[in-house]
């Protein structure tokens, strides 16, 4: 097992030197103690602010112009974990009357009525003068109330745990900034098993642990599903159970007694430990605290449809950070498995090993706190603009902050531009971890850039040779290459080996399809489930031209689109002329240049990553595991257009060109050859019924350009009538009569094919009713 340290005082040093000091004000009331609560205001310390927190005498608030006075000075204000009421009924919500929007109207009726001036309104009323930042706090509890008070206060940022915070920008017009909960390493982390109790052979004293609240509306019960059928079979089993004793598994609202340290010891001292999602599908404190321990696996429940982005947003992967189930009988077979069968022992140390890195990496109160101080830097650049700079000194660092987050200043850690971290907006790009070979140990040449360079700051590649290597600011090398036989192997800088490092950042994303008067409803959907369901945070771009005109939209379809899309930005991109005019004259169905537009995807110059999807597919699943397999093609240098297909006997590399996933722009030697293919088909006589698919199909596998998976579920549709969607990601009306009645098909050259399952027009149908709640019909 790896040993777990405290995070690099390399990277607290330079995040520390490239900052922007600020003045926050801390705003609590009493409540009760809850380790999270105040654990990013030492971190948020550590990085050079000034932290105060004002802490009101009771659960009324502050009286009136107190904040006015002790506000003075203060770059911005935080309403912390605490400020709101924990669960339903537990008492009513505090106000803070100087940041209230009805504060300034009303002092200034008063003040005039006085005779006094404007600027004495604007000295009792913050609004405009010290920006407010919320971190929202326990989403399932009486949420409509909360929204309700961000959208009465003057709310310049907020932050949720929440994985649907997007939605909550869109019910109060405040920017929402997702954070995870984090863990304090220093508590959680070993180097070794713990020895808490009586330790046996093994090393453990304990096959599965579990202590905490159980309450029904967690998800599917499932805390107490367990507790009542699964514990007493593993306890028959002869597995080693802990619980906490009297008072460590408490039914209702209550916290857990167990001590902390105790907490933490028994824990260290599992093999596997129980965590599931709670109320709203939250993921809570305890997925992040197994994780750091370095000795325990977490064994946690599936989540499904909208839900899995909670886990998506985190970067967990399941059998790979941590193991799922989704039945009392999958729960009782998987723990029986890590904690019985020897064969499963190097599979349960592997995934703890890759889920402390990954909980290091990320989920860290100090990671969590360098994402809550990008935004907040960005917050105060546009509020009161007063701010004390420190002169950067770090060597790749830009402007003026880490990771600027909209506002002026540029930069970042590592130079990388705008931004707020890996858990709101869009993430800088992965920096360079400046990587140099110390000695090399193959018979093969280590040459830096073609067989080893850096996957992003903290990983290096390797590839067709061993050495000892040594990243920037690293004063130990670490070997890379072993053992030998792999044709590749990804190293941390500490010298932790990791099969296969999950990127903090993602690419930036576009969505392409094809404006469409008659598929209007058919995009209305598809980008709403998009946006609900992906896990990614794209804009969309839809082809037209007048050639085509299908694709002429009115300006109330495009209206629809963009209420449909959200925080998602719709942007209309009119095809290349002279390509369409080729487009038009191949051979086809009557809708055969309104399919090749499809191609203009791949003349794309924007960077990042591209999908396309057709406007009779929906979104049923997270995206996030497509667009890291785009990016490993990238890293491992090779360009490819991904593709997905149902495996069937017989199956071979053929794309179905309603979706297709790549990292732009595509390679000029394939631009080349696919004009030139599009050049032929206009010169044939031959009808194409899939003109799209023939010109992409004739091209890319000669260049190697293309991957076709059988297992992503992202195009097509189920094969059998009964199958549910859980597993999917995308599905597909192909060659089916559409859900919302359009009598037209872009691949009329085909026959219809059937009709679709059940589940997928009840999915429709659903993503179609809630987006008719939030974009009424015009």
């Known amino acids: 097992l790896v040993s777990a340290t405290s995070d690099s005082l390399g990277v607290h040093r330079r995040l520390q030197s490239q900052q922007t000091q600020m003045r926050i004000a801390w705003l609590e009331i009493p409540h009760y103690s809850e380790g999270y609560y105040d654990a990013l205001q030492q971190p948020l310390s550590r990085l050079g602010h000034r932290v105060d927190e004002l802490r009101a005498p009771t659960q009324r608030g502050f009286g009136p112009g107190v904040l006015a006075t002790k506000l003075r000075g203060m770059d911005l204000a935080v309403v912390g974990f605490g400020w709101f009421p924990q669960e339903p009924g537990s008492g009513p919500f505090t106000r803070l009357h100087e940041f209230q929007r009805s504060c300034a109207a009303s002092h200034r009726v008063r003040l005039e009525a006085a005779g006094e001036f404007e600027s004495t309104t604007r000295r009792a009323c913050l609004c405009g003068t010290v920006p407010l930042v919320v971190i929202l706090n326990k989403e399932y509890a009486s949420l409509a109330d909360k929204m309700a008070w961000v959208r009465e206060h003057c709310v310049a940022a907020a932050f949720s745990v929440h994985h649907d915070a997007p939605t909550f920008a869109q019910m109060t017009g405040v920017d929402f900034h997702h954070i995870p909960f984090g863990v304090d390493f220093s508590r959680f982390a070993r180097g070794q098993r713990a020895e808490a109790g009586r330790a046996v052979s093994d090393g453990y004293a304990y096959d599965l642990g579990f202590t905490g609240v159980i309450r029904p509306d967690q998800t599917a019960n499932w805390r107490y599903r367990i507790w009542r059928s699964a514990w007493p079979i593993l306890a028959e089993r002869g597995l080693r159970l802990y619980s906490g004793g009297e008072g460590g598994v408490g039914l209702g609202h209550r916290h857990k007694s167990v001590g902390p340290k105790e907490y933490v010891a028994k824990m260290q001292a599992s093999k596997v430990w129980l965590a599931t999602t709670g109320p709203a599908d939250l993921v809570g404190t305890r997925y992040s605290e197994i994780m750091a321990t370095g000795t325990t696996l977490c064994v946690c429940n599936r989540l499904h449809g909208n839900a899995t982005a909670a886990y998506a947003r985190l970067g967990l992967v399941e059998g790979r950070h941590v193991v799922m189930f989704d039945s009392l009988e999958e729960f009782v077979e998987v723990v029986t498995n890590y904690t019985r069968r020897p064969e499963y022992e190097r599979r349960r140390l592997a995934i703890i090993r890759r889920a402390q890195a990954l909980a290091r990496r990320r989920l860290s109160w100090r990671q969590v706190a360098a994402s809550v101080d990008a935004v907040l830097q960005g917050v105060a650049r546009g509020g009161r603009g007063a701010l004390r700079e420190r002169r950067t000194t770090g060597r790749r660092g830009g402007g003026g902050g880490k990771a600027s987050g909209g506002g002026a200043g540029g930069g970042g850690v590592e130079g990388g531009g705008g931004g707020v971290g890996p858990f709101g907006g869009n993430a800088p790009a992965p920096a360079a971890c400046g990587v140099s070979l110390v000695s090399q140990h193959s018979f093969a040449r280590c040459a830096l850039g073609s067989s080893f360079g850096c996957v992003n700051a903290t990983h290096v590649f390797v590839r067709g040779c061993r050495g000892l290597f040594r990243c920037d600011g690293g004063a130990d090398g670490f070997a890379c290459g072993y053992p030998p036989g792999r044709k590749e192997y990804e190293c941390g800088c500490d010298g932790r080996a990791d099969d296969l490092p999950e990127d903090d950042t993602l690419p930036e994303c576009t969505v392409y399809s094809s404006a469409s008067q008659a598929f209007t409803p058919g995009l209305e959907v598809l980008l709403a489930s998009m946006r609900r369901r992906s896990g990614l945070a794209c804009s969309a771009v839809l082809y037209w031209h007048p050639l085509v005109p299908d694709s002429m939209m009115t300006a109330a379809q495009l209206d629809r689109i963009k209420c449909a899309a959200g925080q998602l930005h719709v942007s209309l991109a009119r095809a290349d002329d002279g390509r369409v005019r080729r487009y038009a004259a191949v051979r086809g169905p009557s809708a055969t240049a309104q399919s090749l537009l499809r191609v203009e995807t791949l003349h794309e110059q924007r960077g990042g990553l591209a999908i396309w999807l057709d406007a009779d597919m929906l979104v049923v699943g997270s ?106 990601r995308v599905v597909h009306w192909q060659g089916l009569p559409k859900p919302w009645g359009s009598p037209i098909q872009f691949d009329q050259g085909r026959k219809q094919q059937g009709m679709a399952p059940p589940s997928m027009g009840e999915a429709w149908a659903a993503e179609h009713a809630e987006l008719r709640r939030q974009c009424p019909a015009q």
């Open 623 to 728: 995206l996030r595991p497509i667009a890291h397999a785009v990016l490993r093609a990238t890293r491992q240098w090779r360009w490819q257009l991904h593709g997905s297909q149902l495996a069937a006997p017989g199956a071979y590399n053929y794309l179905n060109a309603g979706f297709m996933a790549f990292r732009a722009p595509a390679p000029a030697a394939l631009l080349r050859a696919v004009d030139a293919q599009l050049d032929k088909m206009v010169g044939e006589a031959r009808f194409h019924p899939t003109p799209s698919q023939n010109l992409l199909n004739d091209v890319l596998p000669l260049g190697g350009w293309l991957t076709v998976h059988y297992r992503w579920k992202a195009n097509y549709r189920p094969q059998a009538t009964n199958e549910s969607l859980a597993r999917w």
